[in-house]
């Protein structure tokens, strides 16, 4: 069964942040090994993956766009649309994202809200995978993650019908037009079989290229 799936670069978008233009961008790059959440979505072989997206910011706040990323036997595609402001130092986000993918047949749908107040960001997701032939499997995701000069360290924690937890901690910069991050993720170990969590720790880095369509 996949799992959710993002990098830090495409769940950047659905933070909250205000763009202090209207325009579409895209965005191309790949990732060493493809892990969110705290889970390995590449396989355990530590396969690269690419990725590309395409996004849409109005000066209002208001965003939409997709995100797409290789998998070793199959093409995942995000689609995602919200609103996000801020008023001095505090900022807020609300916005719904569909994981979707070429041959798997289950999908996700997720509502997301995020919160922050300079350097301290929050986020609670709430999803259903709804795969045929199964039960939908509802579940939540919360995370706090601390920013600094480019440093960053998150905690996640999953509930509802699924468990399990992680740290993370990572640097990103932007390097002659590149960015470039590097991450270390700690998952919690739980190998129940409800946890949506790697049993390993991983070290993986990730650089991508931005351009200005419109």
């Given at each position: 069964?996949?799992?959710?799936?993002?990098?830090?670069?495409?769940?950047?978008l659905l933070s909250a942040?205000?763009?202090?233009?209207?325009?579409?961008?895209a965005n191309v790059g790949?990732?060493?090994?493809?892990?969110?959440?705290?889970?390995?979505?590449?396989?355990?072989?530590?396969?690269?993956?690419?990725?590309?997206?395409?996004?849409?910011?109005?000066?209002?706040?208001?965003?939409?766009?997709?995100?797409?990323?290789?998998?070793?036997?199959?093409?995942?595609?995000?689609?995602?649309?919200?609103?996000?402001?801020?008023?001095?130092?505090?900022?807020?986000?609300?916005?719904?994202?569909?994981?979707?993918?070429?041959?798997?047949?289950?999908?996700?749908?997720?509502?997301?809200?995020?919160?922050?107040?300079?350097?301290?960001?929050?986020?609670?997701?709430?999803?259903?995978?709804?795969?045929?032939?199964?039960?939908?499997?509802?579940?939540?995701?919360?995370?706090?993650?601390?920013?600094?000069?480019?440093?960053?360290?998150?905690?996640?924690?999953?509930?509802?019908?699924?468990?399990?937890?992680?740290?993370?901690a990572g640097y990103g910069?932007?390097?002659?037009?590149?960015?470039?991050?590097?991450?270390?993720?700690?998952?919690?170990?739980?190998?129940?079989?409800?946890?949506?969590?790697?049993?390993?720790?991983?070290?993986?880095?990730?650089?991508?290229?931005?351009?200005?369509?419109?």
């Amino acid at each position: 069964m996949k799992k959710l799936t993002k990098t830090l670069i495409a769940s950047a978008l659905l933070s909250a942040s205000v763009s202090s233009f209207a325009g579409v961008s895209a965005n191309v790059g790949a990732m060493s090994d493809y892990w969110f959440r705290g889970l390995d979505q590449s396989g355990d072989g530590g396969n690269a993956s690419m990725m590309a997206g395409l996004d849409y910011e109005s000066d209002m706040g208001f965003y939409a766009g997709t995100w797409l990323a290789s998998l070793p036997s199959d093409l995942e595609y995000d689609l995602y649309a919200g609103y996000s402001g801020a008023y001095e130092d505090f900022s807020y986000g609300v916005g719904v994202i569909a994981y979707l993918y070429d041959k798997y047949e289950g999908d996700y749908v997720e509502y997301n809200l995020s919160a922050g107040y300079g350097p301290v960001s929050v986020s609670y997701n709430i999803g259903t995978l709804d795969e045929p032939g199964a039960p939908d499997v509802d579940y939540t995701f919360a995370s706090i993650t601390g920013e600094y000069e480019g440093a960053y360290l998150t905690y996640g924690v999953y509930g509802d019908d699924v468990d399990g937890s992680y740290f993370e901690a990572g640097y990103g910069m932007t390097y002659e037009g590149l960015d470039m991050s590097v991450a270390a993720i700690f998952p919690d170990d739980d190998n129940s079989a409800n946890a949506w969590v790697s049993d390993t720790d991983k070290l993986t880095f990730t650089i991508s290229k931005s351009f200005d369509l419109l």
